[in-house]
T-cell receptor, first 108, second 114 residues
Framework: GQQVMQIPQYQHVQEGEDFTTYCNSSTTLSNIQWYKQRPGGHPVFLIQLVKSGEVKKQKRLTFQFGEAKKNSSLHITATQTTDVGTYFCAGRFNKFYFGSGTKLNVKP | KAGVTQTPRYLIKTRGQQVTLSCSPISGHRSVSWYQQTPGQGLQFLFEYFSETQRNKGNFPGRFSGRQFSNSRSEMNVSTLELGDSALYLC?????????????FGPGTRLTVT
């Protein structure tokens, strides 16, 4: 069935290093959304990508949607301790399929 | 605007009992989705409602059911609780009928089944 795979599961970085998480779908998606969940919190919407090959930036965060609309990535430049949390992608194929999340830990 | 609210925030139930969770979406939002979050399985989609109609359903047993009222408030019910139902249940609302808008999540209801 439809799945959205996300890697890596965990990432530990030193503050200032870059971070990337990847999502892959077995089928073409209508759109993909990214969420961040802080420890003890709930997922918070970051961005939605709709078009093939779309790239969007939010300050130090860069989001990409693949040409075939089957994969996406989130890249954080120069991580800060405030970036700590779990990042989820959610692919829309009729309903939303969430990736398993990448838990980011940033050491000061 | 007030955010998505969920009640209760915490719940402890015994195996075999049933439970009803409530979600009030952001004012004006007509789409409500429910998710189960566990450490092992991540975020699993339960169902999505739009204008009182169930639009999508996840792969959960029939013990899990939901409904949406005319004011867009939604409830989900779990009957004959099992230990594996212990999880954080999240409700999310969105504004667009197509469901392509961002989802705003509530704080969740933490259900513990003993």
């Amino acid at each position: 069935g439809q799945q959205v795979m996300q890697i890596p599961q965990y990432q530990h970085v030193q503050e200032g290093e870059d971070f990337t998480t990847y999502c892959n779908s077995s089928t073409t998606l209508s759109n993909i959304q990214w969420y961040k969940q802080r420890p003890g919190g709930h997922p918070v919407f970051l961005i939605q990508l709709v078009k093939s090959g779309e790239v969007k930036k939010q300050k130090r965060l860069t989001f990409q949607f693949g040409e075939a609309k089957k994969n996406s990535s989130l890249h954080i430049t120069a991580t800060q301790t405030t970036d700590v949390g779990t990042y989820f992608c959610a692919g829309r194929f009729n309903k939303f399929y969430f990736g398993s999340g990448t838990k980011l830990n940033v050491k000061p | 605007k007030a955010g998505v609210t969920q009640t209760p925030r915490y719940l402890i139930k015994t195996r075999g009992q049933q439970v009803t969770l409530s979600c009030s979406p952001i004012s004006g939002h007509r789409s409500v989705s429910w998710y189960q979050q566990t450490p092992g399985q991540g975020l699993q989609f339960l169902f999505e409602y739009f204008s009182e109609t169930q639009r999508n359903k996840g792969n959960f047993p029939g013990r899990f059911s939901g409904r949406q009222f005319s004011n867009s408030r939604s409830e989900m019910n779990v009957s004959t609780l099992e230990l594996g139902d212990s999880a954080l249940y999240l409700c999310a609302s969105s504004s667009a009928g197509t469901g392509t808008d961002e989802q705003y999540f509530g704080p969740g209801t933490r259900l513990t089944v003993t």
